[in-house]
């Protein structure tokens, strides 16, 4: 199985600043990676696939990079909106995983 | 709109099981892989498996082989979960979600709680 690893838990930004959350791959995914947004009490929110590909509707502060084994997700002017739990997840092979999680909250 | 409307929270007692629903509106059933993950309170997801509505097929993470049957009926659009031998170890939030591996439309999640 590749195993998703968020090297952050917890991450406290002030209000329009920027964040870059970290997730590696035990193996080579291809790009293969997306990113969701879960609010508590809600399903999560697909935000990025293709680890570049902005969902429609999604704000244009999100971003994704990365290749390889290494992938980010980046927001910048954060919003008091976006605090919330953010996970990648591989889909270049089953069982799909997910990291851990990084958990965003306003300094 | 695609919906993805799943069925109501279920309090089970151990050894039970349960069957979960899925029904989906807003595009054509068939053409999507189903998936159901698992989110245990104040935890991260975890990926159960897949079914091809188009023919039923199943693809499962070893860790629910034994634990989940994936269903569908193609007659009414709906997705099936049937979950067996619960234990505490069950009691979770089940998601059904759509999608072409990346999982892009959520449904709203069904609480399972097992307890006597």
């Known amino acids: 199985d590749i195993q998703m690893t968020q090297s952050s838990s917890y991450l406290s930004v002030s209000l329009g600043g920027r964040v870059t959350i970290t997730c590696k791959a035990s193996?080579?995914?291809?790009?293969?990676l997306a990113w969701y947004q879960q609010k508590p009490g809600n399903a999560p929110r697909l935000l990025i696939s293709?680890?570049?590909s902005l969902e429609t509707g999604v704000p244009s502060r999100f971003s994704g990079s990365g290749s390889g084994k290494d992938y980010t997700l980046s927001i910048t002017s954060l919003q008091t909106e976006d605090v919330a739990t953010y996970y990648c997840?591989?889909?270049?092979?089953?069982?799909?995983?997910f990291g851990g999680g990084t958990k965003l909250e306003i300094k | 709109q695609v919906q993805l409307q799943q069925s109501g929270a279920e309090l089970v007692k151990p050894g039970a099981s349960v069957k979960l629903s899925c029904k989906a509106s807003?595009?054509?059933?068939?053409?999507?892989?189903m998936y159901w993950v698992k989110q245990r309170p104040g935890q991260g997801l975890e990926w159960i498996g897949e079914?091809?509505?188009?023919?039923?097929?199943?693809n499962f993470n070893e860790k629910f082989k034994s634990k989940a049957t994936l269903t569908v009926d193609k007659s009414s659009s709906t997705a099936y979960m049937q979950l067996s031998s619960l234990t505490s170890e069950d009691s979770a939030v089940y998601y059904c979600?759509?999608?072409?591996?990346?999982?892009?439309?959520w449904g709203q999640g069904t609480t399972l709680t097992v307890s006597s």
């Open positions: 079914i091809n509505p188009s023919n039923g097929g199943t």
């Open positions: 807003g595009y054509t059933f068939t053409s999507y892989y």
């Open positions: 293709g680890a570049t």
């Open positions: 193996d080579h995914i291809n790009n293969w």
């Open positions: 979600t759509r999608g072409g591996n990346r999982f892009d439309y």
């Open positions: 997840q591989q889909y270049w092979s089953t069982p799909y995983t």
